[in-house]
């Protein structure tokens, strides 16, 4: 081995380090301008260039077009990872289905795919993810899959629960690896798509963020100081029974008003379901609603006062001023704009930042990137190695 070959070897197997840093703000934020780079890492042009040298050496970054900056001296040649140099699988599991896409190595979306559950037996849920992966993957294969699941997740391979699922300690990346052979990372889906709104999303370029998610649960995540908080306690669903309102309705385990009660789509279902003395479902709920149905509409407004007070906590106790709101259930937004925000407003300081809401409706398709986002970060090791 030549004493160049070491080098580049060294390096790219010390990634825990000032290089995987450097790997991870170009994947995120580039292209970006060395500049950027050295002040966003603390790191010196000599540093700079000595650290980026094996990634482009080994063609995972590349120089993008010179930035002239008006400043004197030679042209600046902003960094940026080479978007065509793996691909990655993200999927969304939930209950009803799975839902896959192919990304480059930016999480940009190549295509996509569909499966329904027809069970929630291990086997089953790994033959269609498998179906779903060959699908996509394409005559020159996949680098890394990336599962999101709604619940807890150790280990980054492990649901240790999932609701929805009704699993407790499941080693699913270990089902997918032994059937697929190919490297898989399981995450909890809001930290994915918190990690997608981080990636190209609507929290893109800000340090500082929340997710909340309303639909079939109730869901946070939170960015602080540019990286996505993840602890063991990510997808216990903790953000469930904050109490919203103390004149609302019961949630199963018995918290009157509270997030769970307020937000979630069959609680939402079942209180105009009451009022009409019929079942309905959530679409019919907004349709009633927007044509002016008192019951719908009562319980809709009444839900977005609360989502509005569920915006205002996040903010006041994270010490931030943007929220982004997705999940299944935030097609209600237009509908509720006005009173929910009216409602955060009131349960801020008036001398805190102007609060700023921004309303992802990409759907299913963010949480799969998202899961292809942390796939791809969880890759870097070896996607550094020369080959």
Request: proline share 5%.
């Amino acid at each position: 081995m030549s004493a160049e070959t070491a080098r580049v070897t060294d390096a790219a197997t010390s990634l825990s380090g000032s290089s995987r840093e450097l790997a991870r703000a170009v994947l995120i934020h580039g292209p970006i301008a060395r500049s950027e780079l050295g002040r966003r890492l603390g790191l010196s042009p000599a540093s700079l260039t000595r650290l980026s040298k094996p990634f482009l050496d080994h063609g995972l970054f590349v120089e993008a077009a010179e930035d002239h900056d008006g400043t004197v001296g030679r042209p600046a040649r902003p960094l940026d990872v080479r978007v065509d140099a793996s691909r990655f699988i993200g999927v969304k599991l939930t209950g009803d289905d799975v839902f896959g896409v192919r990304t480059d190595l930016r999480a940009n979306e190549l295509a996509a795919a569909e499966r329904p559950l027809a069970g929630h037996s291990l086997e089953e849920v790994v033959r269609q993810i498998a179906a779903v992966v060959r699908e996509l993957e394409g005559p020159d294969g996949v680098s890394a899959l990336g599962v999101c699941v709604g619940g807890s997740v150790a280990g980054a391979r492990v649901v240790r629960r999932a609701p929805f699922l009704d699993w407790h300690d499941v080693d699913l990346a270990g089902a997918l690896e032994a059937v697929l052979g190919v490297p898989v990372t399981i995450e909890n889906d809001v930290v994915a798509l918190t990690a997608a709104e981080q990636w190209f999303g609507a929290g893109r370029g800000a340090p500082n963020f929340a997710v909340l998610t309303i639909g079939v649960g109730v869901g946070y995540g939170l960015v602080v100081n540019d990286r996505v908080i993840v602890t063991p306690d990510s997808g216990l669903g903790l953000a469930g029974h904050i109490p919203l309102d103390a004149n609302g309705p019961v949630c199963p385990e018995g918290h009157r008003g509270c997030s769970r009660a307020m937000l979630t789509s069959s609680s939402v279902c079942g209180q105009v379901g009451i009022a009409l003395g019929r079942e309905i479902d959530y679409p019919e709920v907004l349709r009633l609603a927007a044509a002016g149905n008192p019951a719908a509409a009562s319980v809709v407004l009444a839900t977005g006062r609360a989502l509005g007070r569920m915006i205002a906590v996040i903010a006041n106790i994270a010490m931030l001023d943007t929220i982004v709101l997705a999940g299944e259930g935030i097609g209600l937004w237009p509908l509720v704009a006005g009173e929910a925000t009216a409602a955060a407003n009131r349960d801020r300081d008036r001398d805190a930042a102007p609060l700023r809401i921004i309303v992802d409706d990409a759907g299913v398709s963010s949480w799969a990137r998202g899961a292809a986002a942390v796939a791809i970060q969880a890759s870097l090791d070896r996607l550094a190695l020369p080959q």
